[in-house]
């Protein structure tokens, strides 16, 4: 893994609503197989700073470039890029016209044209790394929180993607199930995945990343590995963050 | 910023009323009186009445009106099908981000709302005529959904909106394009917003058809008005068409409304 090539590029971004400033002059790099977890309180930026990686946000300045892709030149295909990026929501966002298969099977066969018996194998598959094997035939209406979200990961991986951004993955789940989704993140970090993550939970950030990113009033504040942030954390508005939420 | 976002579990389903129908039995009707049961019971009793005890003129009607049911149903349902598609094209264009698409779209729906269908009907009718000769049943046909795919395409507007936006999020981020957003998630979970709205407006345009009587297409107003100027029976006429319009809607309104809690009962979720 050398330093120099980093997957994912944010340089010097920037986005102002009317007044408001969402985003100021972040960069951050990613490395291959890296996995960097952004806290911060709400309304810092973080969920954006995370959606203009697969630009699902709009900016005012500043480049995104992921795996040699420049999200925001106009020639840009982003349908192919987004491909290589899977994206788990807080609110799971499962289609809920389809079966659990379905969801999990719709784009590689109508984006990568896998066929059917090949996307349901890789489905049933991610369904037993995902722990929910006995679920393939029911709508997600059926399901719990934990489980729907379980099922919007492994969704995402079926297009088997380079990177995996989570915004926010167990804010709307009830406190039972949040164990289980963050067991399953971890299991996808120790198989080498490129991960982003923006969580409230410090536990989670503690064991499974690389890198802890503080952001704040749309800044990056302070970042460095979780052993030094958590126990040495050098920036006054880190600490109070800190001594507030643990 | 995105730190409160609704879960989709928020969202309630969307009721789209748009008026002009007839109205769709309730919930709350299901007793053994209800205004649909009466106007039912009604409408059928005085049919049977009149054909038991009087059944001259009315069983002569009765046999020389169906030609015109025909009718009255084939430019509805041609109708209907081609609202569709130019509802379709309509609520998209309204939801287009591409500013001329979007003008144009909601231009068409601004004119035609602010135009009487009996005047639409004619000008469409003798415009056309006024190019090329086009059989009158395709004149009305075109007349008639002209005016309708413009309500169409606000039905097809509320109900893509009233999906969340988080599903075409989900859908962008693995890929899809707008396009293949819009029909493979979007569309598929907005047809059972749009479809009962859509029942309501065939209902809506059965009547209205009776408008195309005065452009020389055979519906069943149109039948019934040949059958008087031959007959003078003018009051007996016209008491047999206004009862085959009241059943037929009065069957069709009950439909939508079975259609509807099928719909509403799957869609709890």
């Known amino acids: ?11 010097n971004v920037s986005k102002h609503f009317d007044t408001m400033v969402a985003l100021d002059q972040v960069s951050l790099f990613v490395q291959p197989g890296e996995k960097v977890v952004i806290i911060g309180p709400s309304g810092s930026g973080k969920s954006t700073l995370l959606r203009t990686i697969n630009r699902l946000e709009s ?38 016209h389809m079966t659990v298969l379905g969801n999990l099977t719709i784009a590689p ?28 035939d029911v709508y997600p209406v059926k399901l719990s929180g ?25 804010s709307a789940l009830d406190p039972e199930m949040i164990g289980e989704v963050l067991d399953v993140m971890a299991a996808l970090a120790r198989e080498g995945m490129t991960m982003v993550v923006v969580t409230h939970e410090m536990g989670f950030a503690r064991e499974v990343a690389d890198r802890i990113i503080f952001m704040d009033g749309g800044r990056i504040v302070e970042e460095a590995p979780p052993a030094k942030f958590f126990t040495a954390p050098e920036h006054p508005r880190t600490r109070k963050f800190l001594e507030q939420i643990l | ?78 109708s209907i099908l081609l609202a569709i598609v130019i509802g379709l094209l309509t609520g998209l264009g309204r939801i287009s981000r591409n500013r001329t698409i979007n003008l144009v779209a909601s231009t ?53 909106l009233s999906i969340s936006h988080g599903q075409t999020e989900a859908a962008r981020s693995l ?7 819009m029909f493979f998630v979007i569309l598929p979970q907005a047809w059972r917003t749009i479809l009962p709205p859509v029942g309501n407006e065939f209902i809506a345009l059965l009547k209205d058809t009776s408008l195309v009587s005065i452009l020389a297409v055979s519906d069943l107003l149109r039948r019934g008005r040949e059958f008087a100027s031959e007959s003078f029976l003018y009051f007996e006429t016209y008491t047999m068409v206004a009862l ?22 799957h869609v709890t979720r």
């Open chain 1, 59 to 96: 900016i005012t300045a500043g480049s995104v470039v992921v795996d040699g892709f420049d999200l925001y030149s106009p020639a840009v295909d982003i349908n192919k890029v987004r491909m290589e990026v899977g994206m788990v929501f807080q609110s799971f966002n499962l289609f809920p």
């Open chain 1, 109 to 136: 066969m109508k984006l990568k044209k896998t066929p059917r018996a090949e996307a349901e194998a890789v489905a049933r598959r991610l369904l037993e790394k995902v722990g929910i094997p006995d679920k393939a």
């Open chain 1, 1 to 11: 893994m050398s330093p120099a090539d980093p997957i994912i590029r944010v340089e």
């Open chain 2, 1 to 78: 910023m995105n730190e409160d976002k609704k879960t989709s579990q928020d969202i309630k389903p969307v009721v789209i009323e748009v008026g002009d129908g007839a109205a769709i039995p309730s919930r709350r009707d299901r007793g053994l009186v209800s205004a649909w049961k009466l106007s039912f019971f009604f409408a059928v009793a005085t049919l049977a009445y009149l054909l038991i005890f009087r059944p001259t003129p009315y069983w002569r009607l009765f046999k020389f009106l169906p030609d015109g049911i025909l009718v009255t149903f084939q430019v509805t349902i041609l």
């Open chain 2, 108 to 160: 068409y729906v601004e004119i035609v709302r602010g135009i009487p269908l009996l005047v639409q009907l004619f000008y469409i009718y003798y415009a056309i005529g006024h190019f090329v000769k086009v059989p009158d049943m395709v004149a009305a046909v075109v007349a008639m959904s002209f005016c309708y795919g413009a309500y169409m395409g606000e039905v097809f507007r509320a109900g893509i």
């Open chain 2, 175 to 181: 890929g899809f394009s707008r396009t293949q957003t």
């Open chain 2, 244 to 265: 085959i319009y009241l059943i037929i809607t009065l069957i069709l309104s009950k439909l939508v409304s079975i259609m509807e809690e099928r719909l509403s009962r």
């Open chain 1, 146 to 170: 934990g489980q729907q979200q379980r099922v919007a990961i492994a969704r995402a991986l079926a297009m088997s993607p380079k990177i995996m951004l989570f915004d926010e993955p167990t």
